[in-house]
């Protein structure tokens, strides 16, 4: 690619690119980053500059970028086959995979179903779902609960069981209806952390009092909001939803994408309070932030319930072209290979601890609000005024602001509204998560 000067390559992406979620006017307005290449931890643009991965990509990089392993396991199935279809057969890397995931979560998920992206993963569980209660005469049962707040991905079922209006009000006639209650935010609720847990479970019984017969799932992201701005549940709220999902006969269907394989210190997030989800999508670092698989994991009495003869009518017919990649399902293999061998988990737990001791400082700037942080995602929500919590005007676009300042000093990462990001790739060595935080810290001192 070094051929092209950066300003032939900014000329072709205002004349063929629409970037996602991006305001195309702005973005182009200002000087927009093209990444040539990178290497661990750091992005390269084609001008030579090196930044901080500090969103791993989107939330999506484990092991960095160019790992000699990950790639040796994509050239090896490149040399067998880079795709073949998995409707009606199968391949070699997609049957393993589907092996090392049902061992690696929880005990109640035992079938694995492929798709290429979270989104999707999510489409998927809901259709599973909402089919299983037919499947099983039980056809009144056709509703699902989600969350104030959620955000499960941009494809229209999904977008049907989120609840950021920013992103998702604009497409209301579009979307199925659906039973929507509070997922809570302590640090923006009148009163303890135990009233605001309590209150939202309070209102969840309240909604199944209600519809409790119609309802086939809810659908949660666990432990942990992310796009809808880093917010975390108190401790007990998960385990107690599950257990509200089992006395009201109403299927858990957890969302893992952004969560799942090590973000918050866990393989799983459902994991931090011994839940079992009847269906668990994930997605995201399942390649290592390489290739685009994603899975729905779901347990026996839900695969059962579809598995019949052909005149039964029972079959899930749901499929994508891509389903099953071997090059994708090979580098997640790989992927979780090292998983094993560099202990990763054990690093995220001693990286997040010594995380927390970096952030504590951003707690006493002077428009920082909250940081929020569980394993290494966080959250540092910024605020106008910090005695009233009073919030910058969206327009204001302060996220945007401090993120900009960071990219100027080495680190990428995005803005959530007011709460800027910090999801920096689980293998990060210690004196680089050092490095981000400082950063950042510049950054919010001088963009706020
Ligand atoms: C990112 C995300 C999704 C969507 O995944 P895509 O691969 O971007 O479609 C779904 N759910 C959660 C919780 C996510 O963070």
């Not at 569980?125 to 941009?154: C, T």
């Not at 701005?229 to 006969?249: F, H, K």
């Not at 309070?273 to 997605?283: L, N, R």
Request: aromatic content about 8%; hydrophobic content about 40%; overall charge negative.
């Amino acid at each position: 690619m070094a051929q092209w000067s950066y300003e032939e390559l900014l000329e072709k992406n205002r004349r063929y690119l629409w970037n996602p979620f991006t305001q195309m006017k702005g973005y182009l307005e200002d000087e927009p980053l093209i990444i040539e290449r990178g290497e661990g931890v750091k992005l390269y643009d084609v001008q030579g500059r090196a930044y901080y991965d500090g969103n791993a990509s989107v939330w999506l990089n484990v092991h960095g970028h160019r790992h000699p392993k990950l790639n040796a396991a994509i050239r090896k199935q490149l040399d067998q086959i880079a795709h073949s279809t998995l409707l009606g057969m199968a391949n070699v890397p997609a049957i393993l995979l589907a092996e090392r995931l049902v061992g690696l979560a929880p005990a109640r998920l035992q079938k694995v179903f492929y798709s290429d992206s979270g989104a999707e993963a999510v489409e998927i569980g809901l259709k599973m779902a909402y089919q299983y209660w037919k499947h099983r005469g039980r056809p009144e049962k056709h509703v699902f609960i989600s969350m104030k707040n959620a955000y499960h991905g941009d494809t229209v079922g999904a977008v049907s069981v989120g609840g950021m209006d920013l992103f998702h009000a604009s497409f209301s006639h579009l979307l199925f209806p659906t039973l929507k209650v509070t997922y809570p935010y302590p640090y923006r609720f009148p009163g303890t952390v135990e009233a605001c847990r309590q209150a939202c479970l309070d209102e969840l019984i309240g909604v199944l009092e209600e519809h409790g017969d119609t309802v086939a799932g809810l659908i949660v992201e666990p432990m942990v909001q992310g796009a809808g701005g880093m917010i975390m549940m108190p401790p007990g709220t998960l385990a107690e939803v599950a257990n509200i999902c089992r006395d009201y006969d109403v299927l858990l269907l957890i969302d893992e994408v952004a969560t799942g394989f090590g973000r918050t210190g866990r393989m799983f997030a459902c994991e931090h309070e011994g839940v079992e989800p009847d269906i668990m999508m994930v997605g995201k670092k399942l390649t290592g932030g390489y290739l685009p698989v994603a899975a729905t994991l779901t347990s026996d009495e839900i695969y059962d319930a579809f598995y019949g003869e052909l005149y039964e009518a029972k079959t899930f017919y749901h499929g994508h072209s891509y389903t099953g990649n071997q090059l994708g399902c090979a580098v997640a293999l790989a992927n979780l290979d090292l998983y094993e061998e560099e202990r990763l988990l054990d690093h995220v737990q001693e990286a997040s601890c010594r995380l927390a001791e970096w952030l504590e400082p951003l707690k006493a700037l002077p428009h920082v609000g909250e940081v929020r942080q569980l394993g290494l995602m966080v959250g540092i929500e910024l605020v106008k005024c910090k005695e009233t919590k009073e919030t910058y005007p969206w327009e204001d676009a302060i996220g945007a602001q401090v993120c900009r300042k960071a990219r100027e000093m080495g680190l990428i990462t995005r803005p959530l509204d007011h709460v800027v990001t910090f999801m920096p790739p689980l293998a990060t060595p210690l004196a680089d998560l050092q490095a981000m935080v400082e950063i950042l810290e510049r950054a919010i001192r001088e963009g706020t």
